[in-house]
């Protein structure tokens, strides 16, 4: 049987998706703050601990991709390569060393929601928006005061919103999402009752990256209640900064860190 | 942690999918017909062979559903019950016992997505439509003469296509789909290259049923290429039959029928 | 050239909606209640006025429909024939007798909107959910106790919410959208800062009918803001009742009530 | 009563879209190709004729637009800005000018539809998706040898599908939407089986025009039949261009060129 995700068949034709390396092109709008710690540690299951450092930090990031395999032909049917996400990053530390951490993440197609079941993302359906640099109209360029919104709903429901005006060339672009990823993948067991049937815990990251120049700049950011979200309990006490910056990635496998017993 | 699924957290409330039992109100649209069995041969992995009896027989089924959890919560706020799916069964065989198998699954939700993955159901999104009955207007009511159609997209292509004529009540809905499933749940391994890191044969079917009368009827079927499915190599050669049945279904895990090394 | 709308070809085969007549069966789920009648005298242009009786009476209806032209095909190719909708009703009065009017509504495919712009129907794009009664599983049947949900969201922002728990079968259906339907149907100049090139007030409404038994329930509504909707601006003052009736509808045209130089 | 367009209230903001001026941002791929004239004389109703030169001329165009009034608040929340869309235009003549003119086009924003039948697109919704240049990682960058993907669907049919290679700068962007739009606002009679209630010749263009340099390429195209769709019969007989260019827009109304009794 071939295929890299299900389903496998005879050629491998029909897997959601295909065997990494994955190559992203996009554009990245990242905001800052800082959440009780606790609502942080709640999020972090054994062995992970929280960071040392400034542990309530949060980054919560709009992306807006285009991916492709090696093959490179999702780019020219592009319903099978463009989609958009947000997601929220915390830190931990595991073993002495400090990672980050996707706890809650939406995307807009089921092709990255079979890789984030690879990488251990745990990906909902959203419908996520963000407003693109463009070089002419009314649209904003890349340079001080321009203006950026982001918004992310799911389930019929606006779950945040966020507005950037920058202010200046940055030397970085946040420091939240800036450490290798530690990742659960689980799967609960099939018969009723029982624990994981799988879980380990993973360690990936870019294995190659370039990037233009970030900005920083000014945040509004709101968070909103649902009944199936809990993005709005980690509060927002303080704004750390905004960011803004295009990218390119290439993802190409990770690491285990540890089996585990359950979750 | 709490939570069934990802991402877990300290309420659970945020999990995508919730725990087991999980209730279904639903039609079914089933086109049954015969293909090469080498067809469906090939989409069946070791240890599973094909079915003694009809070995190319595969069913494609159109379900219209509302489901929910045990609070119920989720049928009144209907976009986190409602959903639609097509999806294509066969037949196979495991230590001396017949099995039926969903080789091909699209949905139009996440939560499906996630308790497919569970399941063992190789779901991806897709566009499902499927006419309903009705008492009044224009709509089909359950008798003979009326017509259902059915449509799948994916990609923003159209993948298949049915119209079923009812002629006369069943004493059956089909055979293809009548066994226990036999599905693998299937994670590869985070390393680059890795074989799977998950891998296990799982047995589960529902735990409660009940149905209304089903309908048999005539039916037209066309299946279309696309570049990244293969559901039109599974050849229309005979139709055996179509169907129409209103049922409701409980699922309350299953059991593992195998732990295997990589797929 | 043929084509009863846009675009006309010499076939006329392309035309986003067939001519008239246009057949409906569908499900109704009804919230009516009152609101400041100054809030319904704020959308009635000249020449209407409000309701003698109860002018403050507002109807929220969700409906679920399936839909058709003369020749039936769209049925058998049910995204072409399925739909749903949201919608506000208030009444009104012109020329000594009650009329309903539709202010507010919300539907989910293409071909709604363009019926809406011939009937004079507000039509906005949302998501729009109501519970179904289903014979088997979870999903309620029409009996004291059946509880449905309906929502509606636009812009990626939940708009309203209803709750109805049935409580028995009613002698109607409600009394708001009752009465035929007066709207206006409006173009504005393509000129810069023109009035409008076509205004006139029409009335129409259904030329066949038919109906099950209409059930009453309780209801909770809950209405939100949205910075580009005011139907949080209909507030709700006192529930009047929830009413739940499957129908079929032929609407065949209607006919003009009076020219109007701009509204 | 205010609001540009339905539905009108007391303050205008649920006006489905805000008067003009309105400005736009956006990446316009261009295919153009010559069918058969008499194909493009079928769309086109008296008191249009065929151009003098090059009568069967087509233009397929996708754009990527992010849009806005004059009050910019829609860039910053970018589900009401950001909306792709697909058309095919032909060119006309009128009293001894030439025009171009829109015969189909698919959108898939509801703000856009409400601004066509404004404007006299006859805009119908669709799946529109095309490429974007990026800086970084494997999206294509504006330079030779750059390959554009852009695909539409409707109905949950793939209905056209083209590839652009870049190969040079080029002095235009293509010339069959050069010209100003000359477009019929139609409405049809609300009564049974009257003709229009309000038919209108009009021309528009943009009143503010800049863009970046424009790219030629090679162009392989696809386009495929559907039932409620004829962009295929505007068969392909000789490709006569592909072309990309970065645009900014401001569209600010236009003028009447002749009433018209009905179309």
């Known amino acids: 049987m071939a295929g890299f995700f299900y389903p496998r068949t005879a ?4 897997s959601l998706i295909p065997s990494p390396p994955w190559f992203y092109s996009g554009d990245l709008l990242t905001v800052e703050y800082r959440t009780d710690p606790a609502r942080v540690a709640e999020l972090l299951p054994e062995p992970l601990t929280l960071a040392d ?5 949060v980054a919560l990031i709009w992306a807006d991709w285009q991916s492709c395999s090696t093959s490179r032909e999702e780019l020219l049917d592009p319903v099978r390569s463009q989609y958009k996400e947000a997601f929220v990053v915390v830190r931990c530390a595991f073993e002495g060393r400090t990672y980050s951490r996707c706890v809650y ?36 360029q890349l340079r001080p005061g321009a ?19 920058l202010t200046a060339e940055s030397p970085t672009n946040g420091f939240v999402n800036g450490h290798p990823m530690a990742h659960h993948r689980v799967l609960p067991g ?6 994981d049937a799988h879980a380990e815990l993973i360690e990936s990251g870019a294995s190659a ?15 909103f209640e649902a009944p199936t979200e809990e993005l709005a309990r980690l509060e927002v006490h303080e704004i750390i900064g905004g960011y803004y910056r295009q990218v390119g990635v ?14």
């Open 190 to 195: 099939i018969g009723r009752g029982e624990g």
């Open 209 to 223: 990256f370039e990037g233009g120049q970030a900005w920083r700049g000014d945040v509004e950011l709101r968070l």
């Open 11 to 14: 050629s491998g034709q029909a």
């Open 105 to 140: 993440i939406w995307v807009d197609k089921d092709f990255a929601i079979a890789r984030g079941i690879h990488q251990g993302y745990p990906k909902k359906l959203g419908s996520i928006w963000q407003t693109r640099p463009h070089p002419f109209g009314p649209a904003p």
């Open 250 to 263: 290439t993802w190409d496998g990770g690491r285990r860190l540890a089996e585990l017993p359950s979750v």
């Open 147 to 165: 203006r950026f919104g982001a918004t992310l709903a799911a389930g019929d429901r606006r779950l945040a919103e966020a507005v950037l005006t």
């Open 53 to 57: 450092e400034d542990p309530g930090a």
